[in-house]
């Protein structure tokens, strides 16, 4: 069951690829990245274009990302349970 989140979240990149996130006070390890995509937004209501990652964390949980092209602001938008 998918939870959407929508949450800021703190991300470190290495090789244009997230690499571990802090959500709640918690660090998160990457160790595999499932799926990658951009969705450019509704651009005329002002949408920011937005690169989604699917990833799979060292506890086992599932995670989608996503950062905003423009800002670089990394946001956590749904947690597989």
Known sequence: MARLIREPVNV???ANCPCTFTWREHIYCITEQLDDWRET???WRGELPRDFYRV???CGCVFEL???AQTQAWVLYKVDD
Do not use: D, I, L, R
Request: aromatic share 16%.
């Open 56 to 58: 799979k964390t060292a």
């Open 66 to 68: 996503y950062c905003e």
């Open 12 to 14: 470190t990149v290495a």
């Open 41 to 43: 937004g509704e651009w």
